[in-house]
């Protein structure tokens, strides 16, 4: 495999502010799921879906792992995941985020071909990290036990004491200049907007047993 040959599809959050199981996100009557799965497929040759549900899944083309470590937050995600993974680096998206640049995903993978020394490839947006949308290096998985082990959870504080590569906002911009490749699904108020902008997907679902 190539140095960044798996993608991982977090999809084990509790959806408190949904309300509803995020991985039955439904556009236009399709999974959003099945979407990512069917833009990431050309690119990585693994794909891993963290999810605490994984009957949901049809295992047949795609690998589900549960967190190994429970209730820790995305970063348990990660975690999980760079554990499963095959390659070194591993690109990382979370289940509700419906716009995949792959302009931007080469940019970022490019960034890992050319110089592996850093754990991650990480945007961020003013002072915020964005932590998805992501490369990250097996690297981290010794790191990340040990930070668990001191009882913290925060990934933005994991990853501003990591050797991150950090893409500044202007870069980012260049790729998509209103963000909308961050955009998250964090409450059905931001997914009727999201319908409301006719952004849908005319696909059937051939992942997901739901």
Known sequence: MNICDTAIILAGGKSKRMGFDKQLIE???EYLIDKIIEELKPKFKQIIIISNT????????IEVY???IKDVGPLGGVYTGLKYSKSEYSYIIACDMPNINHDYIDYIM??????????AVITKYKN???PFNAVYSKELI???EKYFDG???SINKFLENSDVKFIEEDI???FSYNWDMFVNLNDVKELDKYHRKGNHYERNSKYANM
């Open 66 to 68: 549960s967190d190994i």
């Open 54 to 61: 994984p009957k949901l899944y049809d295992l047949e083309e």
């Open 151 to 153: 009882n913290e959870r």
């Open 142 to 144: 010794s790191k990340i």
């Open 27 to 29: 556009i236009n009557n």
């Open 172 to 174: 980012a911009r260049d």
């Open 128 to 130: 915020w990290i964005e």
């Open 110 to 119: 490019n960034i890992v071909e050319n110089d592996n020394s850093c754990e």
